[in-house]
């Protein structure tokens, strides 16, 4: 009895291993699929607010739902309260798996919005509409690969949002909002994390990405320790042109004083289309993205799941 005992742990212990798929990679056929729709013509250019972005709303809705990741609210969009015309948030929630450690959030978040249709001397060659692919379908569309990717492991000891940021573009209105409503609702958040900008790899550089906000907490030396690599670095830019305040990931900071940071791989030198028609699907590396999001997937697992938070802020 005692062997069979122990031979049924070691099958239940060899189960939820499994549930973590160590060799997990994501489909380049899929990161091409959703970014493709995020970037079509179709959509003029995902300005918040428009009547063309209910259906990129509903896009990513679906995501959710087809991956078994219930909302948070009680619908998937949440409507921002901080903006003249109807826009949403889509909020997607799945709970930890650790009694304790579910009562602790993380947000995995980027902006699915951009400028929309633009007119006079910024339309080039007859072209008006701004598709956004590198801002931010791509990191879109990495948040939609993480989302599949939890939903699959179910590994996630904290309790995980992911959500899908509008009117980005418009001063971090979508973020500004869903950070005071969570701070207001007394939220246990532990980090938040923000893909912006991941669609073409940096040029002449010792790592994958950079982090905004080097400085200010000690996530990229975790992520580089969970890694087991330099993936995550510094660019003097980052610094010189303040981006930390400048993506959804400061709200949070501001509103919770916890680590909230940005990855990005626009580097200044290695895309020359940012707010232009230009920004197209066909601009894209895939493959390079894909990379991003197998990179980050293992990394953000190890951070959901440290039994301390061991991402802090640094001094001030």
């Keep these: 009895m005692k062997h069979i005992i122990i031979m049924l ?11 973590r798929m160590p060799n997990y990679q994501v489909k380049e056929e899929q990161v091409a699929k959703t970014l493709s729709f995020l970037t079509s013509d179709e959509n003029l250019g995902r300005e918040a607010g428009t009547k063309k972005m209910e259906q990129v709303a509903s896009y990513l809705e679906n995501i959710c739902k087809e991956n078994n990741i219930p909302p948070y609210f009680k619908t998937y969009k949440d409507t921002l309260s901080n903006f003249n015309w109807p826009a949403y948030n889509i909020v997607g929630y799945l709970e930890g798996n650790d009694a304790k450690l579910k009562n602790e959030f993380v947000i995995i978040g980027a902006h699915y919005d951009h400028i929309g249709v633009l007119k006079g001397a910024n339309v080039v060659k007859g072209d ?6 590198n801002d931010n379908a791509a990191g879109s569309t990495a948040v939609s690969e993480v989302l599949k990717y939890f939903a699959k492991a179910k590994s996630n000891k904290r309790s995980v949002l992911f959500v899908f940021f509008s009117a980005e573009e418009r001063g971090l209105l979508g973020s500004k909002h869903l950070a005071a409503k969570l701070k207001q609702q007394n939220l246990n958040l532990y980090f938040m994390f923000n893909y912006e900008m991941i ?6 550089k010792d790592m994958l990405l950079y982090i905004t906000g080097f400085g200010k907490s000690n996530m990229a030396q975790k992520m580089n320790e969970y890694a087991g690599e330099k993936l995550i670095g510094y660019i003097p830019a980052e610094t010189r ?7 959804d990931n400061y709200p949070f900071y501001y509103e919770f004083d916890v680590p909230a940071q940005t990855v990005s791989t626009f580097d200044f030198e290695n895309f020359q289309f940012y707010h232009q028609p230009d920004d ?3 601009q894209m590396n895939i493959s390079h993205i894909s990379n991003v999001i197998n990179k980050t997937i293992p990394v953000l697992e190890k951070m959901i799941n440290a039994p301390e938070k061991e991402i802090k802020l640094n001094e001030k």
Excluded: H
């Design 9 to 19: 742990l070691g099958l239940s212990f060899l189960g939820k291993a499994q549930t």
């Design 128 to 133: 008006s509409i701004a598709n956004g692919a």
């Design 199 to 204: 669609g073409v790899p940096m040029v002449n």
């Design 241 to 247: 042109y303040g981006l930390f305040r400048a993506s």
């Design 280 to 282: 197209e699907f066909d």
